[in-house]
């Protein structure tokens, strides 16, 4: 992501991502919403590096982001192939689980072109859901979960701090 490319709206950022994906056919770009904690982390970023207007969000290689979380993973005594992409995963089980299990809403917002992909790789959608559903239709009351889906829970000093 390029620093140029965020878009300051009226409450929340939008930046064009261009995602590694599959080549064949190019990359796929799609527009990545910003809000809340993310959008203060990547404004606590921007200041602590004297508010440059362009040049790369993260300066990092994807090797570099790649060998910073396997060896974060190591030291916890976690074990991924793929230390970048574990997060993909969760953010779309979390926001499937958070939005009850609205493929559409969640391909929209994590830049899927549809949710064949999301449907095949990161789940089914428990009878939770279904039940709670089904008794909403009939005018019961479900039972309320609440699911927030957030980028971190720690205040974003702190997750600085922590790295």
């Known amino acids: ?43 606590y970023n921007l200041v602590s590096r004297g508010n440059p207007k362009e040049g790369k969000l993260f300066p990092l290689s994807y090797d570099d982001v790649r060998l910073t979380f396997k060896t974060i993973f190591q030291r916890l005594g976690l074990k991924y192939k793929q230390p970048n992409h574990i997060w ?23 830049g899927w072109k549809d949710t064949r992909t999301l449907k095949a790789c990161y789940g089914e959608m428990g009878d939770s859901v279904r039940v709670n ?20 829970d720690k205040p974003i000093e702190a997750f600085f701090i922590s790295l």
Do not use: C
């Not at 499937?96 to 391909?107: E, K, Q, R």
């Open 1 to 43: 992501m390029n620093i140029q490319d965020i878009k300051q709206l009226e409450g929340y950022s939008v930046v064009r991502v261009i995602d590694k994906g599959r080549h064949k056919l190019g990359r796929e770009k799609w527009d990545k919403i910003i809000i809340h904690e993310l959008e203060k982390a990547i404004k």
């Open 88 to 110: 993909r995963h969760t953010a779309a089980q979390e926001l499937l689980d958070a939005t009850g299990w609205n493929y559409d809403l969640v391909a929209s917002i994590l």
């Open 133 to 152: 559903t089904l008794m909403g239709a009939m005018g019961l009351k479900p039972k309320e979960i609440p699911k927030p889906f957030r980028f971190s």
